[in-house]
């Protein structure tokens, strides 16, 4: 879920083509979820093929990077690496949660009630080390770059984007921003409507573009109090002080300072949790090389193996095909 920044930060909404020839570093786990978690049946059942393997996160990374493709955009996904231990605590309470969520979606199927038993389910959406295989040589597949980050693998793209070699980081957390990245987009692979939860009410979806330098100029802070701010309202490595959220956390950083100038203020191991954030593991042996798509192979793995539409499969390798061909010719002109 990340650190809940959003009522502090500067959100644009903008037009996908405003991001046309930028390369952008997509948190694949986050972006996985979401795939997971909203390409479902009415009654909350993610897509499965005949052999009742889930294919809810190749739909995801098929189509909707196609479309990122096909607006000028060079993707690189980013996939976690070994979890911080302080994270364990995290992980553990989302496990007990989706457990609990899958328990309640099916007892809502039994008395049919689909729209609880959508929400319920993607609560209940996790991700295995199966899906990551899969997904990993699907975009080998595609001809879109990925990299395995040692750690988070937010961490390491924002590391890629304070570099240089990426314009942005795709995530729906905020954490990007503590880590250091320049610009963070969110919305980018699920733009359209959206119900929202408990109404019925959809609304469209935009793509959002949030500035850390904006963020931090609008409240007058630093990057490193920003991680203060954070680790007072609760991240995912530490719990946070329980009625400290975000505007509190503003005021009192801002009028201390720093967490050790707070008065009567006891938070376990917050040097720690500024650490994660501001020296990350991260690595910079990486390569980012788009290729053309193999479309015999991405039939016979789409298709043959996991029971898609082969008309459909063809037209989106179609876009991965204009993609490669639009930067291969730019290449010709590009003489070093």
């Known amino acids: 879920m990340g650190v809940d920044l959003k009522p502090l930060a500067d959100i644009r909404k903008i037009d996908m083509q405003e991001l046309k020839g930028s390369i952008v570093a997509v948190d694949a786990f986050n972006t996985l979820h979401q795939f997971l978690s909203i390409i479902r049946q009415r009654d909350g059942t993610p897509l499965k093929d005949s052999m009742g ?39 553990q309470r989302r496990n007990e949660i989706r457990k609990e969520a899958e328990k309640e979606w099916k007892e809502a199927v039994k008395r049919g009630d689909m ?15 199966e ?13 879109i770059p990925y990299i395995q980050a040692p750690g988070e693998g ?12 990426v314009d942005a980081v795709a995530s729906q957390d905020f954490d990007s ?26 609304v469209n979806v935009h793509v959002e573009k949030i500035e850390l330098g904006r963020l931090l100029e609008t409240h007058g802070i630093t990057r490193e109090q920003l991680v203060d701010i954070a680790i007072l309202i609760g991240t995912d490595f530490n719990e946070g002080i329980k009625g400290i959220g975000p505007k509190k956390a503003l005021v009192l950083i801002k009028k201390y300072g720093k ?7 006891a938070i376990e191991g917050y040097d720690e949790v500024r650490k994660i ?10 390569t980012m090389e788009w290729k053309e798509v193999d479309e015999e192979e991405l039939i016979k793995f789409m298709c043959d193996e996991h029971d898609f539409s082969v008309d459909r499969v063809r037209h989106a390798a179609e876009k991965y095909r ?10 010709l002109f590009d003489f070093g």
């Open 53 to 91: 393997r889930v294919t809810s996160h190749l739909s995801g990374i098929l189509y909707r990077t196609a479309n990122l493709v096909e607006n000028g955009i060079k993707p690189v996904y980013v996939f976690d690496g070994k979890p911080h231990p302080l994270k364990m605590h995290t992980i």
């Open 277 to 286: 954030f501001l020296e990350p593991d991260v690595t910079g042996d990486y």
């Open 154 to 165: 937010e961490a390491q793209a924002a590391y890629m984007a304070s570099r240089g070699d």
């Open 322 to 331: 204009k993609f490669a061909k639009s930067f291969k010719q730019k290449n």
């Open 115 to 129: 729209e609880e038993a959508f929400k319920k389910a993607q609560r209940s959406s996790r991700i295995n080390e």
């Open 131 to 143: 899906i990551v295989k899969e997904a990993k040589a699907l975009l080998g597949i595609l001809g």
């Open 259 to 265: 967490i050790e100038n707070i008065p009567e203020l």
């Open 177 to 202: 921003l503590l880590f250091g990245s320049p610009v963070l987009v969110r919305n980018l692979a699920v733009t359209g409507k959206r119900k929202l939860p408990d109404k019925h009410i959809w």
